[in-house]
C-alpha cells in the first residue's frame, strides 16, 4: 500500500543551539560551540517524513529576510515540498536552544513571522485526500488558531486522515486544556509526551491519560521519553526505547511522529509503526538538532 501524501502545518524557524555540559553561571561568560540549524516543531516532523520517503508538504511562514531563504533552502535539502509565506514587516522567527550535559533542552523561542500565520496561507490544493499533521504551536494565538482550525476543516471536508501534536506545556496552559481538546476533537491520532498528556487528561498515570484522551481521539500515542511510547485505542501496546547515546533531545518528539506516521498510513500494525517511531526518536537523540542529515 502506498503511503498517502502528508501535510504538516506549524512552524518554521531558525536555530542556535549552545552545548553546555557543566554548569551556566548567569552574569558572566560561558564558552561553547554554538551551531546555526533549521528547526521548529512541525518543520523537523516534516524533514523526517521525507527522509522516510513520505511525500512531504510543509505550510509555514517565514521573514522576507537571509535567514527565510536559508530555511526554505534546508526544506528543499530535507525533500520537503515548502509552501512558504513570506512576510514583508515581521523578521523569521528564532529560537535559542540550551542543551545540558544529559541532553535536556530549554528553549527562548521568538515566533517571528510565524505568528503571523494565516488561513490565506493554505494553499486549497492540498487538502484534496492525504493525511494532515499538526503541531500544537500553530495553535498559540491570534491569526494561528484561525489558521489550525481552518486546516482542520478543509482536512475533514476532503476526507483527509488528521493526527495533532500538543507540543508544548506552557502553550496547553496558555491556550487551555479545554480549548485545545475542543479544536483537535476527533482527529485520527493525537501525540502528547508524558507532561502534555498529563495536563490534558488531569492524571500522571499512562494508562488513566490514555483513557482520557480516548474520548476525545481515535487513537493516541504517548511518548514517554527514555521509557519508550504506547500505542492505545482498544487495545494497548508499549515498546521500549531503543538504545542510543543520548546528545540533543532536540527533535526526538517530532521524530517518533514521522517515523510512526510513515508506517501507519501505508496500513501497518500499531506495534511496528511504534518501533518505527521509537526507531527514529532514538537516531534524532544521536546528533545535534533535531532534523536528519540532509
Known amino acids: 500500500m502506498p503511503t498517502p501524501r502528508v501535510v504538516i502545518v506549524g512552524d518554521l524557524l531558525y536555530d542556535l543551539l549552545a552545548r553546555v555540559d557543566g554548569d551556566v553561571t548567569l552574569g558572566t561568560d560561558t564558552f561553547t560551540r554554538i551551531q546555526a540549524v533549521a528547526g521548529g516543531s512541525g518543520a523537523n516532523a516534516a524533514a523526517w517524513l521525507a527522509a522516510s520517503g513520505v511525500e512531504t508538504h510543509f505550510v509555514g511562514r517565514v521573514g522576507d529576510d537571509a535567514f527565510g531563504s536559508f530555511l526554505g533552502d534546508e526544506m528543499e535539502r530535507a525533500g520537503v515540498l515548502a509552501h512558504l509565506a513570506r512576510d514583508p514587516s515581521l523578521a523569521t522567527g528564532k529560537v535559542f ?3 545540558d550535559g544529559a541532553g535536556e533542552r530549554t528553549m527562548i523561542t521568538d515566533r517571528g513571522a510565524g505568528e503571523a500565520l494565516s488561513p490565506e496561507d493554505l494553499p486549497g490544493s492540498l487538502f484534496g485526500g492525504g493525511h494532515l499533521h499538526l503541531s500544537g504551536y500553530t495553535f498559540s494565538g491570534g491569526s494561528r488558531i484561525e489558521t489550525a482550525t481552518g486546516a482542520l476543516r478543509l482536512a475533514r471536508e476532503s476526507g483527509m486522515t488528521v493526527s495533532v501534536d500538543p507540543s508544548s506545556v506552557p502553550l496547553l496552559r496558555d491556550i487551555g486544556t479545554e480549548r485545545f481538546l475542543g479544536w483537535t476533537r476527533g482527529a485520527d491520532l493525537c501525540f502528547p509526551n508524558l507532561e502534555e498528556g498529563a495536563l490534558l487528561a488531569g492524571t500522571e498515570d499512562p494508562g488513566r491519560i ?30 521500549p526505547a531503543a538504545a542510543a547515546r543520548v546528545i ?3 527533535g526526538a518528539g517530532d521524530a517518533l511522529c514521522a517515523g510512526f506516521l ?4 501505508t496500513g501497518a500494525p500499531a506495534a511496528e509503526a511504534l518501533r518505527r517511531g521509537v526507531g527514529l526518536a532514538a537516531r534524532a537523540i544521536e546528533r545535534v538538532g533535531g532534523r536528519p542529515k540532509s
Request: charged content about 20%; proline content about 0%; glycine content about 8%.
Open 248 to 250: 540533543d533531545s532536540t
Open 262 to 265: 510513515a508506517a501507519w498510513l
Open 210 to 239: 490514555a483513557d482520557t484522551l480516548l474520548g476525545y481521539y481515535s487513537a493516541v500515542v504517548l511518548k514517554l521519553g527514555a521509557e519508550g511510547a504506547i500505542y492505545a485505542d482498544e487495545e494497548r501496546t508499549h515498546v
Open 97 to 99: 536552544v540550551l542543551v
